[in-house]
Every structure is written in structure tokens, then in C-alpha cells.
């Protein structure tokens, strides 16, 4: 960013990010205006989403959380989803917006909670009712991997004389393609290209008074929104539950807890179901960090970019919701398990019944779930536990694997967390060391030989830190429950004898044939094999869940969807020609399915 007086302006671009005579007018006058968004958010009862082309400033995003607050409704929330290839620095978005000092309590609030710039999308918590999406992305990019049906759009990219990019004709067709019936959009161009790509996008345009020395603008509706079909096809999602659904959490652990107040803090009543005194829960401290941290030599994997947005988030929410539970560092941070959960589960919208459920049988409309001091029915389950429940077994199989393992503290003492082989944590005076692996066990059992060799590890990795003389002062055993690539199973639990019928055929390759949109256990969601990254992965997790449940913006890329879709497995059997099940054993039996090994 350069200066033009006053003005902020884009180098490569040769335009300024506001209008010279009043940058916070122009933007109210076109933007808000144009889209009547003062009367369309006090008409809001749930949900409202605001999409952007250029987030620039934050200009725009920060006068429309103004008009929110002012308006809404008091359960609402706002999704504001931006597409900018080149963010700024901090520092020139807080001098660029020093012009508006009413707004300058806001500006701040969002420099605070703006993460390191990089890359892909940045999902960030303002408030209760307002999240911001950011895409940092060109624009072509951005637009083909969210998952978006924004009911209003801000066209605001430098002008199309100067980034014509921005305004081409596909990007624009993919603009209505993301747009929910009855979207709206306006812009401070009236360019006649741009009108007519507009109309031939399928929205019905209206030309209006422009702001200051600007004669026209353009706002208008969408009129025809094209259709939308998700690649691959076995990737799309089922149609969004009412948002007046009941909603159960099977599981109360790191992961189980992120979930529910993830919900809950998007205003949705939560029945958490599972003891907080399981053996997992009783590791005392966890580490949360991105992972890994370097490209492989394929580039960057879905693994990376899933861990180094999870660890933003994890920090977010843990630091908000959890602090005395939290010990944030510069690259990592540690959170005190047991302590968490409790903290993440004291919510007025959770409610916490400790015991896991006996049974749970779907009667067409909703699950009717039974435990010991009682029974309910919900509309939708999430399964967020280590292991399937028996009662879930005969809808639920995966190709999932247990790790048993344990953590040992020392009275070695550490000043911050550390990592190589195993993981060092500061821990009261000393340390604790993690962990060992013993695949394909689900034994609790303490082993002191494991806990020998992992002071032997860290004497090994810190020969500085005093672990060759290390004692070791207790242990603490766990089971992981693992996929075969690593990363979680998050999303729609399908039906694998529907899977088994209708994609047998892509053993054939996917152009033989049109296949059927995929078929799912109604009102089953899975959020399921953290590994031994679940206190790192869980709220994104959540967050990509909760956007699923209410047909809110994704949080996640496309293609990293469809990396952690609980389907992938089945597909990639069925496409060597093998059927949807890790064993022919596991339909029969209501043991968990045992590793598949691709």
C-alpha cells in the first residue's frame, strides 16, 4: 500500500481503496444501501450472510458489524465471508482506518483477532453473533473452494479498467452460483460490461445514483441462481436440518466439548452425553500446534493446511473460553485436559448428562436415544467419541484403528514446550514427556518400560535439559482412536449399503456413468479419529460441523472437505474394486472395524 495524500492506494492497481471524498459514506451509500441491509437485518431471525470481493481495509466489514449490532435481531448471527489476495499488515490497515476515529474501537478488536497473514481461509471469531471468513486467495480460487450461499454480496474490487480480473464474467457467474434464493448484490461500477455480465449471470440489474463524483452504481437481485452440483459427486452434503432441530453430542472429551460449545455459542441447545473421568481425559496436559510444519516434497498437504488453520482456531477458542486451562507460547500452547472439558461445558445452552447411551434406534423422523436414568428424542446426533458406541455400530463402520499409549512425568524442569520423537510439556516443577504408540491396543495398563524409554528419548533429543537424570513421577495411559491418512473423519455419516449399490460402478472410472447424489443416515454426524492431534484439531472441527448443521459458510476449502469426508475410504475401495467395508466381518459383528491399511 502506498499514499496519495491521504489516500490510501494499491501500488500494482493505481487506485485507492476508498472514495477521496469520504471513504466510510461511500461505502454506506453503495454497500449497505444498495442492499437495503439496515431493514434486512432487523428482519433477520437466524442467520444472515454477507459475501465481498476485496476485503481491502475492513472498511466495509467494519460499518456493516456497526449496522448489525445496531439492528439485529438478539439470536442472529452474521457470517461476513472476503476475498483478498493481497492483505495488509496490520499496521497499514490501522493507519488507513484512523480516518473514522468512531470506529476506531472496532478496527481495533479487529487487528487483535486477525491471525498471521497466509495463505487460504482464515475463519475468525468476533463476537457471539459475528464471525468473519477470510479468503486470502485470487479471487478465481477463492470463489471455487468455499462453500457459500451468501444473501448479499459487496462487489469492491479496484476498478475493472485496472483489475478486470475481478470482474470476468466467470467470476461473476460463480458470484450468483454462490448466492441463496433472493440474493442481493451492489457495486460502485456501472461499467457496461459488468452490467451485462451481471444480467448474464443470471441477476436482474438496476442502475442507481452513485456517490459522489460517481453518476451510477449498480445493485440489483439475483434472478436465477444456476445450479450447483459438488465434485466428486459422492462429496456433496445432505440438505441442512430446521434450525428449530434438538441436537445430541455423543462423547465429552477435548473433542466432544469443543462441539458442544461451538453450538452453543451459535445459540443452539446441546445434550452432551459421556463421562468426564474417562482414562483419556486424565493426560494432564496436551499440546496444540500446527502440523506438521513444513512442506513435503509434494508440496503442501491437506494435513498442513488443516493443522495450521486448526492451530488458529484451537488457540482462539481455548484462550476465550478455557484460560486458566491454557498456556499459550509463540508457536504452540499447552491446555490442561480434565479442567478444559469443564470449563467448555459451563454454558447455560449445555446441558451434560454423565453417562453414554444404551441404545439408539432412527423411527423415520427422529433418533430416540436411551440411557440408565432415562431416554429422549433428538433430530440430530453428533458422534464425537474415541470409539463408536455399541448401539451406533450397525450405522457407523469405519476403517478406523485404536493407538494405546502413555504419557510419563518426570521431575526434569522445563521452561516451554518442546518437540522432536516425543513432546516435552512444563508440567508443575517438571515435565511431561508423550508419548508412546502401541497400534491396533486398546490395553490401559501402565507399562514402566515405556515410560523408561521415553526420559531416555528426551536425554536423547535435550541432552541440555537434565532428562539423563530425570525420575519418573507418574503415568497416565490413553487409547487414540486413528485413520489410515491421519486426519479426522468430519461429516454426514453415510449409508454404505446405498454406497455399495449406487458407486459400485466407479471400479469403471467416474465418466461411465452419471452417478446418484449420495444418500446418509438421517440426522448422523461424524466427528470422529483425531488421533492423537484431537486437542489441535477439535474446533475447527466443530466449526465445520456447526457450518454443516446450519447451512452457514464453510470454514473449510472444498477439497480439504472432501480430505476429511467420512466416505473417502469406501470411495477409494470401491474404486479398486472392493466393496465399501473395511471386512465382510464388520456388518455382522458390532466390534469396531480394525485398520485398512490402503
Not at 7 to 30: I, K
Not at 360 to 372: E, N, S, V
Not at 527 to 538: C, E, I, K
Request: contains cysteine; proline residues 8%.
Amino acid at each position: 500500500m502506498t499514499w496519495s495524500g491521504t489516500l490510501p492506494v494499491h501500488p500494482q492497481y493505481q487506485d485507492s481503496y476508498y472514495a477521496r471524498e469520504d471513504g466510510a459514506a461511500e461505502s454506506r451509500h453503495v454497500f449497505l444501501d444498495g442492499n437495503a441491509l439496515g431493514e434486512r437485518f432487523a428482519q433477520t431471525q437466524h442467520r444472515f450472510s454477507v459475501a465481498e470481493l476485496g476485503f481491502g481495509t475492513g472498511l466495509n466489514f467494519l460499518l456493516t458489524w456497526q449496522l448489525w449490532d445496531r439492528q439485529r435481531r438478539p439470536h442472529a448471527h452474521l457470517t461476513y465471508v472476503s476475498v483478498e489476495a493481497q492483505p495488509l499488515s496490520a499496521d497499514q490497515m490501522r493507519l488507513a482506518l484512523s480516518a473514522w476515529p468512531e470506529l476506531s474501537a472496532r478496527a481495533d478488536r479487529l487487528i487483535a483477532a486477525l491471525p498471521a497473514p497466509r495463505a487460504g481461509f482464515q475463519h475468525i471469531h468476533i463476537d457471539t453473533h459475528v464471525t468473519l471468513l477470510l479468503l486470502c486467495a485470487d479471487v478465481s480460487e477463492a470463489l471455487a473452494q468455499v462453500q457459500l450461499r451468501a444473501d448479499a454480496w459487496f462487489l469492491d474490487g479496484f476498478a475493472p479498467s485496472r483489475n478486470p480480473a475481478m470482474w470476468a464474467p466467470v467470476v461473476l457467474e460463480r458470484v450468483a452460483a454462490l448466492s441463496a434464493p433472493g440474493a442481493s448484490f451492489a457495486t460502485y461500477s456501472a461499467a457496461g460490461h459488468v452490467r451485462r455480465a451481471l444480467t448474464q449471470a443470471g441477476f436482474e440489474v438496476i442502475k442507481g445514483p452513485g456517490f459522489g463524483r460517481k453518476r451510477d452504481m449498480l445493485r440489483g437481485r439475483i434472478s436465477t441462481p444456476p445450479p450447483t452440483r459438488a465434485e466428486p459427486v459422492w462429496a456433496q452434503l445432505p440438505q441442512p436440518p430446521p434450525s428449530t432441530s434438538t441436537l445430541a453430542v455423543l462423547g465429552c472429551g477435548i473433542v466432544g466439548a469443543c462441539q458442544a460449545r461451538v453450538l452453543a455459542e451459535r445459540g443452539h441447545r446441546v445434550d452432551v452425553f459421556g463421562r468426564t473421568d474417562a482414562a483419556s481425559q486424565r493426560i494432564p496436559a496436551l499440546l496444540v500446534r500446527a502440523w506438521p510444519e513444513k512442506p513435503g516434497e509434494h508440496g503442501v498437504s491437506a494435513s498442513q493446511r488443516y493443522y495450521q488453520h486448526a492451530f488458529e482456531q484451537a488457540r482462539s477458542l481455548y484462550a476465550r473460553c478455557c484460560p486458566q486451562s491454557w498456556d499459550e507460547y509463540d508457536d504452540c500452547g499447552v491446555l490442561h485436559g480434565h479442567d478444559a472439558i469443564r470449563q467448555l461445558l459451563d454454558h447455560p445452552l449445555i446441558h451434560h448428562q454423565p453417562e453414554m447411551i444404551d441404545s439408539a434406534q432412527h423411527d423415520g423422523r427422529r433418533w430416540q436415544l436411551r440411557w440408565d436414568a432415562g431416554q429422549g428424542h433428538y433430530d440430530q446426533l453428533l458422534l464425537c467419541c474415541g470409539e463408536v458406541p455399541a448401539a451406533l455400530r450397525h450405522a457407523v463402520v469405519l476403517p478406523t484403528h485404536p493407538v494405546a499409549g502413555q504419557v510419563a512425568h518426570c521431575n526434569a524442569a522445563s521452561s516451554r514446550p518442546r518437540w522432536g520423537a516425543i513432546h516435552a510439556l512444563p508440567l508443575g516443577t517438571g515435565t511431561l514427556l508423550g508419548s508412546s504408540y502401541r497400534p491396533d491396543s486398546r490395553d490401559l495398563t501402565l507399562q514402566q518400560h515405556e515410560s523408561l524409554k521415553l526420559v531416555e528419548q528426551a536425554a536423547a533429543c535435550w541432552p541440555e535439559r537434565g532428562f539423563s537424570h530425570a525420575r519418573v513421577l507418574s503415568a497416565h495411559s490413553g487409547v487414540r482412536i486413528s485413520s489410515p491418512d491421519h486426519l479426522p473423519l468430519l461429516g454426514p455419516c453415510p449409508d454404505l449399503a446405498w454406497w455399495q449399490n449406487h458407486y459400485a460402478g466407479l471400479r469403471h472410472g467416474p465418466r461411465h456413468q452419471d452417478f446418484a447424489p449420495p444418500q446418509y443416515w438421517p440426522g448422523l454426524w461424524l466427528n470422529l479419529a483425531h488421533g492423537s492431534r484431537g486437542a489441535t484439531g477439535a474446533v475447527l472441527a466443530a466449526l465445520q460441523l456447526c457450518s454443516l448443521l446450519e447451512n452457514s459458510p464453510s470454514p473449510l476449502e472444498n477439497d480439504l472437505q472432501a480430505a476429511l469426508h467420512p466416505g473417502r475410504f469406501a470411495i477409494r475401495r470401491l474404486r479398486r474394486g472392493q466393496t465399501v467395508w473395511p471386512t465382510d466381518a464388520n456388518r455382522a459383528t458390532d466390534r469396531p472395524a480394525p485398520c485398512l491399511r490402503d
